[in-house]
Every structure is written in structure tokens, then in C-alpha cells.
């Protein structure tokens, strides 16, 4: 197999040639080393080398042999050294254990290649770290390929790997999908396991998948690491039917509330506005109807309540780093920006948890009854298309905490409300800007909604088809 096949091929095809004996998973595997290799130089998307092998998977899942990598943030394989982004970790501390998301990705067959690039624990829209360097965009190598799954979503948009690990606190796997014209799903809080090191990471808001460039692909691998671990705090019911079934199925006549402007007033690029647009014709086009909604709920409350959330995210993360290694948190290991935010989390009280807890409730019923009157929320997925490389640059030490949450959600005001509500959300590629660049639209589902999102999806997949955008870094 060379590379221009491979890159052609999303997961599901792959992992169809491999059982079918057409070619093997060794070959798959080499192809995509070299294809890895073929643009990493321009991207920087990888944390390190290739792995000599892939880490040991089940041959017989149902993704057996497809080429994938790990995001260098939460989700952990054994023996792998992780350095979440930061120079806090040196060199990487290796796990002794899988965590439970990375045994169901061995299980399913995934064969993982290496650990992709985050920003400094993942607070950024975009994938710059003073420890790795800027990833850049395939489509445009000024720009940033969005965060804080920029890595995984670099070398997915310039099918180097067709499938490849993200997890999102605010919009981290959205953001990139929309950067990288990809299909980011952000499952329903509790679908994917946080186990054993996390009941509630970021107070919540924090959940684990992949990016993807088909809805199957995000579908199948769904269906394949799906579900609760013993004692998780949610246990969600099963879907009425997989995921991948759903996916190929056209959803009945839906209600689509349509809003294109940001809930906080942030202003939003018409390129984003006009795919919003296109995006809602098509789904009229299909039978749907639309009309302009969107939930109402109190903002200034809501970022206030989400920046305590981070805040004590990045100081428990940071703080608790600093006294197992043995390391004073200073400028000399921490960015400009992680470090005041850590040092206002260090500020914060039990109460102060306790008063954003109840936001994230006021917010959670008032979203929750939006959805009793519509199945589908559609918005941009960003405020832009994206940003130049160094516009959100974490080590700036001009921007205090607050300053710096700011910055982020000025460029990302769509995407957080659906991690505090828990509900899912799917960026897919809508028209693109008039640079050529990729545009996310967003969907939201109610609570447990991903079949609609998927089914939705799979629709517009069909109706104006992505798949054949090639962007400016293609592997080989």
C-alpha cells in the first residue's frame, strides 16, 4: 500500500482492507509511518518519535490494525511517558497503567503510532506550547490548527492517520475539527469513560474521544469504546441502536433552532456566519425546518463560573505536579499564563466550588429546557475560521488570568456551554472561508442525543460532501 491509497482511506475502509486479508496491518502500519513522517516536519504535531512498533492491540477489533495516536493529555497508555504540554513534567512521567479509555482503544484495534501535541494542560484554542512549539494548520501553515487537540487534529486533516485521540474541556476537540475541516464529536458527559484516574475531570466538563474525517468513522468508534467502568459516577443507558447504524440513518424531520450570533455578544466572522447560513438552506433543503433560537441563560454567571472551574483545574494539576516532583512552580517550568491561573486557583475556596456549581445548574436546566422545544441547536463552531500562529500565546505575560480566559473564549464562545450542560455536541465542515480555509458549524443535541447528532451529520456529509478538500500539508 502507498501512501497516496492510504491517505484516501478513512478508518472504517482501512480496517475493512486488513480483515479482508487485501493488505496487512503491518504494511498499514509502515505506510503510515511514512506518511506521519512525510509532514510532521511542517506541522509539528507529534510530542517525540514514532514508536518502533505500534503498542500492542486486539488484531481482531473492529478497528484492528487502523494507524492512530494518543493526544499527550489524560488518556494514558503504560509505560508511555506524558508530558501534558508542559516543561513542568520534563521528559514525560510514565504511567504504570492504562487508563480505562486506552484499554477499550487496544480492544478495539486501534495500533498507536505515537502521542500528538496540547498546549500546556490544554488551556488554549490552540495547540502552541513553550515546551513543543506551535502545530500548524495543514490548510495553512501560518495559522493554528486550533486546540487543545491541535496535534491530533494536524495530522487527521492532512491524512497522515485517519483517526486519532482528543478530549475536550471547552471545546478542545471541536475547536480543531472546525480549524481542520474535520468531524469532532464531544460525546454526552459519562459516554466515554474518565476511569480510574477521573470521576469528574474539570468539574465535568472534561470528556474523551477522537477526531475523525467521516461521521462513520466517528460513529463506529463510538460503538466501539462506548460505556461506563465499574464504580463511574455516570452509567448511561445503551442507544436505542450503534451508533454507525444511526449515522447511516436519515433522521426525521427535525427542529433546527439557528443562531449565529455568540451567546455573550462576541463578534463572529461572517465567514463563520455565511457557513452557518449554508449549512441551515441544506437542512430546510432536507425537510427539516429551522428556525432562529437560542437558549437563554445568564453569561456573565456562566464564565465566571467556568473560569473558577479551570482555574482550580490548572492549580490542583499543577500544584499537585509540583510537590510529587519535587519542583517549585516559577516561570522556568510553567507559562506566563498557566501559572497566574494556577495561582488564582490557588486562591479559590470550597465555596467559591460550590458557587459555580450552581451556575453550572441554572445554566444546565435553562439549556435543558430550551431542548424540550427543539432537537438541534446549529452554530458556528468558532468565532473565526481560525487564528494566526502566536495570537494565543500562553506565555504571554501581559495578560493576567481572567485576561487570558478572555482571549480564549472571545475566539471559542460557542463550544463551552456544552461541556458545563453535559450535552452532546458535533463540529462538521461547512463552506469554507474566502481564503480556502476550513469552517466548523456546530451542532448540539439534547442530553444522550448523539444519535440525532450523528444521524443529522451523516445527512449533511451527504448533501455536501467534504471528503474530496485537500489541504496545502498532504501526507506524501
Known sequence: M???????????????????????????????RAAVTSVNGELNALVGELF??????APDGPFGGVPFAVKDLITHAEGVPQRAGSRLLGAGVPYPYDNALMSRFRRAGLA???????????????TESVANGPTRNPWDTTRSPGGSSGGSAALVAARAL??????????????????????????????????????????????????????????????AVHGAEPGERYVLPAPGTSFAEAAQRA?????????????????????????????????????????????????????DANFTAWSSFLADAALGLSVALGIPLTRDVLEATTLACA??????????????DRSFNAVTRAVGAFFTEHDVWLTPTTAQPNTAIGYLDADDDGLDARGWYDKIFRFAPFTALSNVTGAPAISIPGTPSPEGWPV??????????????????????????????RPAVLAG
Open 343 to 356: 495561582e488564582h486557583g490557588a486562591t479559590l475556596t470550597a465555596m467559591d466550588l460550590y458557587a459555580a
Open 440 to 469: 466548523g458549524v456546530q451542532l448540539v443535541g439534547a442530553h444522550l442525543g448523539e444519535e440525532t447528532l450523528l444521524a443529522l451529520a451523516g445527512q449533511l456529509e451527504q448533501a455536501q460532501p467534504w471528503a474530496d478538500r
Open 162 to 223: 485517519p483517526v486519532a485521540h482528543a478530549n475536550d474541556g471547552g471545546g478542545s476537540i471541536r475547536i480543531p475539527a472546525g480549524n481542520c475541516g474535520l468531524v469532532g464529536l464531544k460525546p454526552t458527559r459519562g459516554r466515554t469513560t474518565v476511569g480510574p484516574d477521573h470521576s469528574d475531570p474539570l468539574l465535568g466538563l472534561g470528556i474523551e474521544f477522537v477526531v475523525t474525517r467521516t461521521v462513520r468513522d466517528c460513529a463506529g468508534v463510538l460503538d
Open 52 to 57: 518502533e512498533v505500534p503498542l500492542a492491540h
Open 251 to 303: 433522521p426525521r424531520g427535525l427542529r433546527v433552532a439557528l443562531s449565529t450570533a455568540a451567546p455573550d455578544g462576541t463578534p463572529v466572522d461572517p465567514a463563520n456566519a455565511a457557513a452557518v447560513e449554508r449549512t441551515a438552506r441544506v437542512l430546510q433543503e432536507l425537510g427539516h425546518e429551522v428556525v432562529e433560537a437560542a437558549p437563554a441563560y445568564d453569561t456573565a454567571a456562566f464564565h
Open 2 to 32: 502507498d501512501i497516496t491509497e492510504y491517505r484516501d482511506l478513512d478508518a472504517t475502509a482501512l480496517a475493512g482492507l486488513i480483515r479482508s486479508g487485501e493488505v496487512t496491518a503491518d504494511q498499514v502500519a509502515s505506510t503510515a
Open 112 to 126: 498507536t503510532l505515537g502521542l500528538t501535541a496540547t498546549p500546556e494542560f490544554g488551556f488554549n484554542a490552540a
